[in-house]
Nanobody
């Protein structure tokens, strides 16, 4: 069994910063990749970015240059540093862990991020 738990969400003013954490635990050695998605009210879940165990990254165009994903492989934890936040970044942020290239994907329960003055 694999558990994925996000934390760090909250309310932040436009232009501010926030760092989310995502920890994977359970019957895993080290996930192949961990990714962030988000879902705003009334919208579909959308890709934010991912980071593989080897360090490869990819980001959605909407967050490039503002968001950075980093990872502590020893802790099976990934972080999402969000800078220059905009009201349109308001969403529930979800993390997932993919155990191998073609392996299962496990999702967390999400953490709310609200950008508002």
């Amino acid at each position: 069994q694999v558990q994925v738990v996000e934390s760090g969400g909250g309310l932040v003013q436009p232009g501010g910063s926030l760092r989310l954490s995502c920890a994977a635990s359970g019957s895993i050695v080290s996930p192949y990749a961990m990714a962030w998605y988000r879902q705003a009210p009334g919208k579909q879940r959308e890709f934010v970015g991912f980071l593989t165990k080897s360090g490869a990254t990819n980001y959605a165009d909407s967050v490039k240059g503002r968001f950075t994903i980093s990872r502590d492989n020893a802790k099976n934890t990934v972080y999402l540093q969000m800078n220059s936040l905009k009201p349109e970044d308001t969403a529930v942020y979800y993390c997932n862990a993919q155990l191998s290239v073609l392996g299962s994907i496990y999702w967390g329960q999400g953490t709310q991020v609200t950008v508002s003055s």
